[in-house]
């Protein structure tokens, strides 16, 4: 089974500042036959059902402000918050939808706070 | 709009069954993979089972395989987990998400869950 990690499990950015969370998978997530890593991010507010930000590693979902972009291929990848605002504090969690039919596992989740 | 909405949690004793349910709109259900996710009090988040549009696609955590059963009613625009042997550490939030059109791919949308707690 693919094993996520992210890192690290919290940080604190200042407002207008960038935040960077770190996911790596325990084996590569790059499916060969149409280059695409099988990775998603999610942001969940206190209170609130996760939300989906990026798939395919790197594409935004519609809606998502432009401030939040995704990168990496194969096993690290990254979720880069360019210019923190209050409202995204939350925790985030990667996911990788490689290894179906079974695995959709989760990352532990990364909490962001507002330093 | 999508909407889609729990049903069917509560508290349980251990080694009792429940059956959740999730009610779906807004979009075309029978085209699409659907989830049960799944978050204990405080943790992350767990996926717990899929199926895909036709049911020719399922799996379980290795957590619950063997306890919990998938299914769909695409004529309701229906998604349905039955939970047997439920223990303690099943205790969570269980979260009803809809998949892509192939079986391996991200959740879009979610519901807002419905609580299952497995005490004496």
């Known amino acids: 089974d693919i094993v996520m990690t992210q890192s690290p499990d919290s940080l604190a950015v200042s407002l207008g500042e960038r935040a960077t969370i770190n996911c790596k998978s325990s084996q590569s997530v790059l499916y060969s036959s149409n280059n695409k890593n099988y990775l998603a991010w999610y942001q969940q507010k206190p209170g609130q059902p996760p939300k989906l930000l990026i798939y395919?590693?790197?594409t935004r979902e519609s809606g998502v402000p432009d401030r939040f972009s995704g990168s990496g291929s194969g096993t690290d990848f990254t979720l880069t918050i360019s210019s923190l605002q209050a409202e995204d504090v939350a925790v985030y969690y990667c996911q990788q939808y490689y290894s179906t039919p079974r695995g959709f596992t989760f990352g532990p989740g990364t909490k962001v706070d507002i330093k | 709009e999508v909407q889609l909405v729990e049903s069917g949690g509560g508290l349980v004793q251990p080694g009792r069954s429940l059956r959740l349910s999730c009610a779906a709109s807004?979009?075309?259900?029978?085209?699409?993979?659907m989830h049960w996710v799944r978050q204990a009090p405080g943790k992350g988040l767990e996926w717990v089972s899929g199926i895909s549009w036709n049911s020719g696609s399922i799996g379980y955590a290795d957590s619950v395989k063997g306890r919990f059963t998938i299914s769909r009613d695409n004529a309701k625009n229906s998604l349905y987990l039955q939970m047997n042997s439920l223990r303690a550490e099943d205790t969570a939030l269980y979260y009803c998400?809809?998949?892509?059109?192939?079986?391996?791919?991200?959740?879009?949308?979610w519901g807002q869950g419905t609580l299952v707690t497995v005490s004496s």
């Open positions: 807004g979009f075309t259900f029978d085209d699409y993979a």
């Open positions: 998400a809809k998949g892509g059109y192939s079986y391996g791919a991200h959740f879009d949308y």
């Open positions: 395919w590693a790197s």
